[in-house]
């Protein structure tokens, strides 16, 4: 996956190849059952391309691979450098 990519990007793209292939689901049989190019999931999963999954792609790849979406993130944040400076949210006072 391209290294532009963010760490949850790679984790997410990463996952749902490990299921894929757990269900030996090739990459142009999901590409074809999801309604997409023979080469749509081929091109998301090669390491030079800086293509990703948006949500729906998540949910139609769910549906296909008869799993949940929440199977394809992490259990938790993951928390890059480069968002370091982002806070926990504080809930105004009423």
Not at 63 to 91: G, M, R, V
């Amino acid at each position: 996956m391209h290294e532009s990519l963010d760490e949850i990007e790679r984790y997410i793209i990463s996952r749902v190849r490990e299921i894929r292939e757990a269900k030996d689901v090739t990459q142009e049989e999901l590409s074809l059952a999801i309604g997409k190019n023979i080469g749509f999931i081929s091109q998301i999963e090669a390491p030079s391309k800086k293509a990703k999954y948006n949500t729906i792609h998540l949910n139609l790849i769910a549906i296909a691979l008869e799993c949940s979406p929440k199977d394809f993130w992490p259990e938790y944040p993951i928390k890059e450098e480069k968002y370091k400076n982002i806070k926990a949210a504080q809930p105004k006072n009423s």
